[in-house]
T-cell receptor, first 114, second 116 residues
């Protein structure tokens, strides 16, 4: 069973740039959720993708967007980067309809915006 | 108002002792789920234990148990016989009802230090 993987592990960008983060879901899972974790805080829900459609969104502006592909992998895109976007970005995969929709997290991508 | 409150920013515990990490939650839903995750310095969130709101028995997973007190809206994590490898951030989290997006709401975490 392959776990959740994310790429890249680290990324440095400057304000105003755009970034794409990638996530491969665990084998057998059909749902991917993205979270932003600022330093010293708990993760904050960005959005979730299920069957290639956005299936719920947290309190994040439209410059945060995503995609899910037929193989259930997913991308998180952030446009017009701001300094406050510096954080650990976590993706989690799950199987919708399972006993408690347990989410399995990847190792994260640490984004630094200068 | 915070949905998940973890009042202990940091804790120091002697190896082999038991430790209790506090968590209180706020929801008006009758159906919800409570989770505990461990986050080592590497950053990955590791699922530890789950408690459903309708589960009458406290959840247990190896050395981890969840002390669920529904009337008090409390879901404390108990780690028995602590080990040096238990040093990490611990997050309490909740999923409310059968919401469409299944999002998990996290607390701010407790940093646990196990002393040799």
């Amino acid at each position: 069973e392959t776990g959740v993987t994310q790429s890249p592990t680290h990324l440095i960008k400057t304000r105003g740039q755009q970034v794409t983060l990638r996530c491969s879901s665990q084998s057998g899972h059909n749902t991917v959720s993205w979270y932003q974790q600022a330093l010293g805080q708990g993760p904050q829900f960005i959005f979730q993708y299920y069957r290639e459609e956005e299936n719920g969104r947290g309190n994040f502006p439209p410059r945060f967007s995503g995609l899910q592909f037929p193989n259930y992998s997913s991308e998180l895109n952030v446009n017009a980067l701001e300094l406050d976007d510096s954080a650990l970005y976590l993706c989690a995969s799950s199987l919708k309809g399972s006993s408690y929709n347990e989410q399995f997290f990847g190792p994260g991508t640490r984004l630094t915006v200068l | 108002a915070q949905k998940i409150t973890q009042t202990q920013p940091g804790m120091f515990v002697q190896e082999k002792e038991a430790v209790t990490l506090d968590c209180t939650y706020d929801t008006s839903d009758q159906s919800y789920g409570l989770f505990w995750y461990k986050q080592p310095s590497s950053g990955e969130m590791i699922f530890l234990i789950y408690q459903g709101s309708y589960d009458e028995q406290n959840a247990t997973e190896g050395r981890y148990s969840l002390n669920f007190q529904k009337a008090r809206k409390s879901a404390n994590l108990v780690i028995s016989a602590s080990q040096l490898g238990d040093s990490a951030m611990y997050f309490c989290a909740m999923r409310e009802g059968y919401v469409r997006d299944d999002k998990i709401i996290f607390g701010k975490g407790t940093r646990l230090h196990i002393l040799p």
